[in-house]
């Protein structure tokens, strides 16, 4: 699911102006973190070929960009291969130190949370959740407030039935609804693996997991995980996430762009935006540089470029052709094939070295050819190298690097528009944030710290459309919006006029005096 590109949220974008963290009023106060070898993590001196770390950690980082109040608890607080969080593996960030306190088992099944573990390593635990549960160092007294869960891939590989598992899966939670009646669940759907060819229960592995998915969205949407205070939410966090790409070698553990995507799609579950990399929000219609289009008989389209301190100045596609247009909406539309490839081109900037920037751009697929051949490019340049983005009607790349994809190859981009958040961040070593190229779906993180191409003639230029004669583009363009001194992280809830705002403050004035009166 999409997030819209505009809210009518007048509270939330008036403290979006005042730089106030969006979600800093969410607390999910002591948390378990439930699960396998997913949510344990390997560590990165594993011998294996899994070097993955969690999830948790990028997760982490989302709730310490976002101001979120947090405290892990659980009876773990190392990786597989024995270590803690350390600089090495978990830097610090934003002046925070990681806690790596989890309820993350390597290998376990669920109902070794029931019963107790047999022959497992022992650096994936010992034990049971009710030993555990009655351990004030583990869980004191009242707690956990939120309970995560992602288990039962395991008990799937075993040839576990599917009712079973999910069984066992309610059993646990109904231990944590015991030990605190009002706590709050979400369950997450299991993920795809990358064991293309493996059956489980005479079920082809793949079909079984989105059959025990489905099976416990049932039972949860249906309410009968629930009690009289504790309300259980199911999640499906697989958006983007492609096996294929998103897994280490070893066929099941999320690679680093994996636990990303995860982390990603864990926090938006949460109801958290995304990551903001320690920079300010700012949406797209609050970007220095905004842009406006007609169509023109003799270039196809032009783009007005309205930048504030400067006169105005435009890009165009360079198709005599005038197969691009602009539609009633006042989008661009699109059309160029490998005989008449055309983009729009602005050289924003002549600086020698890099500069940091940031683009947004809206962006639909049209469905008029197939994934492989239909590709729209966006390139943006930091003064000494360019980021290479690229959207098939499925995925998104960087350069070749798949950054999000859905494993069934459906029409991610087709349907309704997305928001493309690009930009360069210079290094800040004191808040552990590397220099380098950070992309953004829709508000969510996606990419981070990548290397751009050394493309001389672009790296102070955007460049939107087909960008190389091998593809065919169709696509429609419903807004270009950039700041070419600054790197914005996004935020999906356009800022108010100065009317717009002070209504919010008004609006949140007044409501804070209704509640003092209850």
Request: net charge negative; proline share 3%; charged share 15%.
């Amino acid at each position: 699911m999409k997030l819209p590109r505009i809210s009518s949220f007048f509270f939330a974008s008036a403290l979006s102006v005042a730089s106030v963290p969006a979600f800093a009023e969410i607390d999910f106060g002591k948390i378990a973190f439930v699960g396998d070898s997913i949510t344990q993590g390997a560590g990165l001196g594993n011998s294996g070929t899994d070097k993955s770390l969690s999830y948790r950690y990028p997760l982490w980082k989302i709730f310490v960009s976002n101001g979120i109040a947090w405290n892990p608890v659980g009876s773990m607080s190392t990786f597989l291969d024995g270590s803690s969080a350390s600089a090495s593996q978990t830097p610090d960030f934003l002046g925070n130190v990681y806690d790596n306190t989890s309820e993350g088992h390597y290998g376990w099944r669920t109902y070794d949370f029931l019963n107790g573990p047999s022959g497992r390593n022992v650096n994936s635990g010992s034990g049971k959740l009710s030993e555990w549960l009655a351990n004030t160092t583990y869980y004191p007294d009242g707690t956990p407030d939120t309970v995560t869960l992602l288990l039962g891939v395991n008990d799937l590989s075993y040839d576990k039935t599917i009712a079973e598992t999910a069984a066992n899966a309610k059993a646990i939670i109904q231990q944590y609804q015991a030990k605190n009646p009002n706590v709050n669940v979400h369950v997450f759907s299991v993920l795809p693996t990358n064991q293309t060819s493996d059956t489980w229960g005479g079920v082809p592995a793949q079909t079984q997991i989105k059959n025990y998915n489905t099976e416990i969205q049932r039972q949860i949407s249906s309410g009968e995980w629930n009690t009289t205070n504790s309300t259980v939410q199911y999640h499906d966090i697989t958006a983007g996430f492609d096996a294929a790409n998103h897994i280490c070698g070893d066929s099941v553990h999320p690679n680093e762009q994996g636990a990303l995507i995860v982390a990603g799609n864990i926090a938006r579950a949460l109801g958290i935006e995304g990551s903001t990399v320690g920079r300010e929000r700012r949406a797209a219609n609050r970007l220095a540089s905004q842009t406006s289009f007609a169509s023109s008989d003799s270039t196809g389209v032009s783009v007005t470029v309205n930048t504030q301190g400067a006169s105005a100045a435009t890009m165009r596609n360079n198709n005599t052709s005038g197969r691009w247009s602009v539609n009633d909406a006042g989008n661009v539309l699109i059309k160029s094939d490998e005989s008449t490839a055309s983009d729009l081109r602005y050289q924003y900037s002549t600086e020698a070295g890099a500069h940091e920037f940031t683009l947004d751009v809206g962006f639909r697929m049209n469905d008029e050819t197939s994934a492989q051949t239909n590709r729209l490019g966006i390139w943006c340049g930091n003064g000494e190298t360019v980021g290479m983005v690229y959207i098939e009607k499925n995925t998104l790349f960087w350069d070749s690097t798949v950054l999000y994809r859905n494993s069934d190859l459906s029409n991610l981009f087709v349907d309704g528009f997305s928001s493309l958040r690009l930009a360069w961040l210079s290094e800040d070593t004191a808040n552990a944030i590397a220099s380098g190229y950070y992309v953004w779906l829709d508000g969510m993180l996606i990419g981070e710290a990548l290397s751009g191409n050394t493309l001389d003639v672009y790296k102070n230029s955007i460049v939107i459309g087909n960008t190389s004669s091998a593809y065919d583009t169709f696509a429609e363009i419903s807004d270009i919006s950039f700041d070419a001194q600054k790197a914005w992280a996004p935020s999906t809830v356009p800022e108010p006029s100065a009317f717009g705002m002070l209504a919010g403050l008004a609006a949140l004035a007044l409501g804070a005096a209704r509640r003092r009166r209850k």
